[in-house]
């Protein structure tokens, strides 16, 4: 299963893909804007832990983003529940080295379409650090909205920050996959 998106492709990770994901990932610059249970450094046993645990997950909930043949990111969708069931949330990341060359806009566009065309979600949304300039930038070319900005919610390596909300309804959503 691929979605294939303006010159990107976002497909389900494989194991042979951990030493790709375990580059990605052990980068103090991207552990610092996620949450604490993603581990720092971030080794080969890590990424095929991981993988092998988002495997199973039916529908695909996690993605490799890729560039031709080159893997620059991750990016995943986390289902809700209870009253919270008809949102969900993604998360994503960029290898350091593809920074600023657009790879977040565009795995948010195909990951929000491919949420709301397989999941009966009427709203996505994303928690970042309020200090992650570049990743709400993302969200905003993709079309999110900046909803609220929670003052001292989050700590992060013992420093307490505000976090942003931004979504966006799948009736105003833009992007959706032909």
């Known amino acids: 299963m691929e979605i294939i998106f303006e010159g990107i492709t976002l497909r389900p990770w494989l194991i042979e893909d951990a ?10 610059k991207i552990a610092d804007n996620i ?13 095929r832990k991981w993988i092998r645990s988002v495997l199973p997950i039916l529908p695909h909930c996690n993605f490799a983003i890729l560039s031709g043949n080159e893997i620059v ?23 350091e080295q593809y920074w600023g060359r657009g790879f977040a806009t565009l795995g948010i566009k195909a990951i929000t379409s491919y949420a709301f065309n397989n999941f009966g979600v009427i709203r996505v949304y994303a928690e970042v650090f309020s200090d992650n300039i570049g990743s709400r930038r993302a969200l905003e070319k ?3 909205i900046h909803e609220a900005t929670l003052k001292n919610a989050i700590i992060k ?9 931004y979504s966006v309804l799948k009736e105003n959503f833009k992007y959706f996959l032909t």
């Open 73 to 95: 990111g991750n990016i995943g969708l986390v289902t809700k529940e209870n009253i919270y069931r008809k949102n969900i949330e993604i998360g994503y990341c960029i290898s």
């Open 35 to 47: 949450r604490d249970s993603f581990p720092y450094p971030y080794s080969l046993k890590d990424a």
């Open 142 to 144: 993709a079309g999110f």
């Open 157 to 165: 390596n013992d420093e307490i920050k505000d976090s942003c909300i």
């Open 19 to 28: 030493p790709a994901l375990a580059k990605l990932a052990n980068n103090k």
